[in-house]
């Protein structure tokens, strides 16, 4: 789906797509295949990219974007699309495919503090993502379950309500969720595979994933 995107409203936005588009236009596509282990069709020019449920179909050079198959877990349609029409979306995937790498993970999850430059950023992270989680959905855990249950995540013991997404191929994010008390208010942690500082060389990009997953629940939390 070819999209006209007003990135001139906000530099922020506009430069680094301009930025990573121009990289990406000028990479191999079969190098960026082998190394983000993602199919190339060279007959069509066209990736094969899942994200958060959604597969969709990618053009090399002109980095146009379409879906072609959208099925949650509950086996209906997800009909949510951010990489066709979210700036925060489609920059993160021009990052994974121009300067990112598929690896491979043991299993373990980091926290944000633990990835590289977390540290540095955590405060960033806490507000954009654990607080916006937490006093988003901490009170509202069935609609949380049923968002997560749609998509196809795993459930967790952890926390009132945790879940394990499969945010791209191979990359998984946990969400857990504490709801208020008496004594505290709603909580949230995220949690990333530790291939993540592989996939997404700073932690900036795990931030954007935080929030393309929360923009997400908050999406379909009204179609559940």
Not at 176 to 193: G, R, T, V
Request: with cysteine; charged share 25%; aromatic share 14%.
């Amino acid at each position: 789906m070819a999209v006209e995107f007003s990135y001139e409203k906000d530099s922020k936005e506009r430069i680094p797509f301009e930025h990573y588009l121009e990289l990406y236009q000028n990479e191999d596509p079969k190098e960026i295949a082998v190394r983000c282990a993602v199919p190339y069709d060279p007959e069509t020019q066209t990736f094969t990219l899942r994200l958060m449920g959604v597969t969709y179909q990618i053009t090399w050079p002109g980095y146009e974007v379409r879906h072609t198959k959208d099925l949650g877990g509950d086996g209906r349609q997800i009909v949510w699309y951010p990489l066709e029409d979210k700036a925060n979306a489609r920059i993160l995937i021009l990052r994974y495919l121009t300067e990112g790498g598929a690896a491979p993970t043991t299993g373990k999850f980091l926290t944000y503090r633990q990835v590289p430059w977390g540290e540095v950023y955590f405060k960033q992270f806490q507000g954009r993502c654990l607080f916006r989680l937490a006093f988003g959905f901490g009170s509202k855990l069935e609609q949380f379950k049923k968002v997560m249950e749609r998509v196809g995540a795993k459930p967790l013991q952890s926390g009132d309500a945790g879940y394990e997404l499969e945010f791209m191929d191979h990359l998984y994010v946990q969400l857990i969720l504490w709801a208020p008390d008496e004594e505290f208010p709603p909580s949230a942690q995220i949690l990333f595979s530790d291939n993540f500082p592989v996939a997404f060389t700073q932690g900036e990009d795990m931030a954007v994933v935080g929030d393309v997953t929360i923009d997400m629940i908050k999406a379909l939390s009204g179609k559940v």
